[in-house]
């Protein structure tokens, strides 16, 4: 599996988030939560990345931290062994996190969601 993010891997539309949501199981780890829903019926996953204006006001920052999730995920996800799942992570601190911590707790959400 290549180490790329193309745009049916990425989730988007409404309904589809809506259903994620709503019928998800939640987690978290100390920068992140994250959403799983299995079974969107597809040989691969989907994932969206979330950052709250409440917490940062500058979209620069808010872009930063998406662009690191991204990053994060799209160079582990062959650790997520199951397929069909989409995925929101949804960034939940207050400061800025380090690219090392950011990866690893996208590793550890990647390994939980395997078992």
Request: glycine share 6%; aromatic share 8%.
């Amino acid at each position: 599996m290549p180490a790329t993010l193309p745009k049916e891997e990425r989730l988007h539309g409404k309904s589809r988030i809506a259903a994620l949501l709503k019928g998800g199981k939640w987690g978290s780890t100390p920068h992140l939560r994250y959403c799983c829903l299995r079974g969107n019926g597809l040989e691969y996953n989907r994932m969206m990345v979330s950052v709250p204006k409440k917490s940062f006001k500058r979209a620069v920052k808010r872009n930063f931290l998406k662009r690191r999730i991204r990053e994060a995920y799209r160079t582990q996800k062959q650790l997520l062994e199951t397929t069909g799942c989409d995925i929101l992570f949804f960034y939940a601190a207050a400061t800025l996190a380090d690219s090392a911590v950011i990866r690893a707790e996208v590793a550890d959400i990647l390994q939980r969601l395997s078992r």
